[in-house]
């Protein structure tokens, strides 16, 4: 498992939420990921995840 970090905001740039999150591999970051997203009801928020070497997996603005 790698970690993930996942971070949400509101639309005054305030963070809302930041956690690490851990998946298999980026598709699978990117599919569950979503559903977590979902499931968080952050879907209509600013949002990002990105793995360990900063690349940019999931975002919403």
């Not at 809302?16 to 980026?26: A, G, K, M």
């Not at 559903?35 to 940019?56: C, P, Q, S, W, Y």
Request: proline letters at 3%.
């Amino acid at each position: 498992m790698k970690p993930y970090k996942f971070t949400a905001f509101e639309p005054t740039g305030k963070l809302i939420l930041e956690e690490t999150w851990n998946f298999e591999s980026d598709v699978e970051a990117k599919s569950k990921g979503q559903d977590m997203i979902d499931e968080k009801d952050f879907t209509n928020k600013t949002h990002r995840l990105v793995n360990t070497a900063g690349r940019l997996i999931l975002f919403h603005s």
